[in-house]
């Protein structure tokens, strides 16, 4: 791409205009996935990537801290030639440097004393190839180029039993639609999953910085551009946290009872271009599951003239204007709650009229409906009903007579703000809804379909649904859209602070009581202890 922008006489008409001809050889042209637009015949059935400009001004600096607005490249891939230069305004080029390193932003601070993450007897967690067993769980790690992690075969030990969960779980797909109308950014909606592959873009982790504690990694094996296999390093990170309390009761004789909180944790960072994503999946004593998106790296910067008024970016830096935009994660449950026949169910609150049922005002219940088909089993969430998605055992019953299930429990934030008329709506139509449910069926791995680079769209979720197949009993695939809408501000420049989004995928009536209660009193865990002492306080 870099060589194929510098070579147009074009481009390089359009730097000098701009002043920037000292900067030719060293700018940095980035190959954007162009999304979709019907009726442009240069694009249309075409492999066209568009290259945006960033100037370096000294080796090593951050480009993105240095971009040309205005300044579009089509390229054509096939035939590695440049199709046209869209060359629009004269914004001048943000000259305030975005290093981010101690080497400028140092000396580093001294004032925080060392924590040390020790586990003198080793991990709790035993690996054999690919497989883990961690206390009751059981599951086995995978990892490909498009989806990165992968975890299969999931189970909880209850008593002498492996009780299955989940077949198979991954976050396959995530959009990143831009709010932004200026035409150097109001076609961006990537695909980082489908368009970038996260997988490919795994990072090699390392102890102390990514991972604290005692560690195991995996390595990772992804085809690379010439399909040779390359491997990633230390892709994948293993290790066990304390989580503060699990559960604690004062009896009423004043004697505290203590025991505290653990958790395995699975994760990798994936960098695509500007942006560092970590996936990070968490696993609880109590039978609960976590996913967290981790969000980082350097927001994606255009140029206006400083102090203008954007209503579509935040001025985060002179003349350094970053546009609103989301992130928008679909993860893949393929769901097992004690076998393959399940049904699934939405759980909300409902608030009951004073009179002849509520007497005294005081009274709200809940409502629990059966989603029988596809059609209905496409939500919204509702935070202000405490609305929740539960799959149960279709055979199988707790020891109060309730068929065993978990609750998917969501965050609820914004889903796709795009509109039902525009390009992006359509190719990431997955990202409408919080929940879609679709009934197991091999190859529907990906909720946008399997190729979604410069697709028109209605592909995967929308298209499969169509089918509105029965849920009632069979096997059944949970696709659950989360994440968050960033307003980006001063604080996240020039390098992000950590956003977090996700949910949680809980046991409820899946086992017949808390199957923490044998865990070690008080310290006992965690050799935290003082002499004397008979618990740990919170």
């Known amino acids: 791409m870099d060589e194929i922008v510098k070579a147009s006489p074009d481009w390089r008409a359009a730097m000098k205009r701009r002043g920037l001809e000292d900067y030719i050889d060293t700018c940095y042209c980035t190959p954007l996935a162009p999304g979709f637009f019907p009726g442009r015949e240069d694009e249309v059935g075409h492999r066209v990537v568009r290259s945006l400009t960033y100037l370096i001004p000294n080796p090593g600096d951050n480009p993105w801290a240095h971009p040309v607005e205005g300044l579009i490249v089509l390229v054509n891939l096939i035939d590695q030639r440049v199709v046209r230069v869209e060359d629009r305004g004269n914004v001048p080029v943000p000259t305030q440097h975005g290093n981010y390193g101690l080497e400028v932003r140092g000396p580093a601070r001294s004032s925080l004393k060392p924590i040390e993450i020790t586990q003198p007897d080793g991990p709790s967690f035993a690996v054999e190839g690919n497989q883990v067993q961690w206390e009751n769980w059981k599951l086995h790690i995978g990892f490909n180029a498009k989806e990165g992690l992968v975890l299969n075969q999931v189970s909880f030990r209850d008593g002498d039993e492996d009780r299955p969960v989940l077949t198979r779980a991954s976050i396959p797909e995530m959009i990143v639609p831009y709010g932004d109308t200026h035409h150097t950014r109001y076609w961006i909606s990537y695909f980082d999953a489908g368009e970038y592959l996260l997988g490919q873009n795994a990072n090699s982790l390392a102890l102390g910085c990514d991972c604290l504690g005692v560690i195991h990694y995996f390595d990772a094996f992804v085809a690379d551009g010439s399909c040779k296999a390359r491997k990633i390093p230390q892709a994948v990170c293993m290790h066990e946290e304390d989580y503060g309390i699990q559960w604690r009761h004062t009896d009423h004789h004043g004697r505290p009872d203590v025991r505290r909180s653990r958790r395995l944790v699975v994760s990798y960072f994936a960098t695509v271009g500007n942006y560092d994503y970590g996936f990070f999946w968490y696993f609880y004593l109590d039978g609960s599951i976590q996913f967290e998106a981790k969000a980082t790296g350097i927001v994606f910067a255009g ?236």
């Open 303 to 538: 140029a206006n003239h400083p102090g203008a008024e954007d209503p579509h970016g935040t001025e985060v830096a002179p003349g350094v204007f970053t546009p609103v935009h989301q992130h928008i994660f679909s993860a893949r449950l393929d769901v097992a709650i004690d076998g393959e026949d399940n049904t699934v169910h939405e759980i909300e609150m409902r608030q009951i009229p004073t009179g002849h049922e509520n007497p005294f005002g005081n009274a709200f219940t809940w409502d629990d409906t059966q989603l029988k088909t596809e059609s209905e089993a496409q939500r919204l969430a509702n935070n202000e009903m405490n609305r929740v998605w539960s799959v149960r055992s279709a055979h199988r019953k707790n020891y109060v007579g309730k068929p065993t299930g978990y609750w998917l429990i969501p965050e609820g934030k914004a889903t796709l703000l795009a509109q039902p008329d525009s390009t992006a709506y359509a190719r990431a139509n997955f990202a409408t809804k919080h929940l879609w449910a679709t009934q197991y069926t091999a190859g529907e791995l990906y909720p946008a379909g399997d190729y979604p680079n410069q697709h028109a769209g209605w592909d995967g979720l929308p298209k499969w649904t169509e089918a509105d197949r029965s849920l009632n009993g069979t096997d059944i695939v949970l696709w659950h859209s989360f994440g968050f809408t960033h307003i980006p501000r001063t604080e996240d420049w020039p390098v992000m602070p950590v956003d977090y989004s996700g949910f949680w995928f809980k046991p409820h009536s899946f086992l017949d009581q808390n199957p923490t209660l044998d865990l070690p009193s008080g310290g006992d865990s965690s050799r935290a202890k003082q002499d004397g002492d008979t618990c740990c306080s919170m």
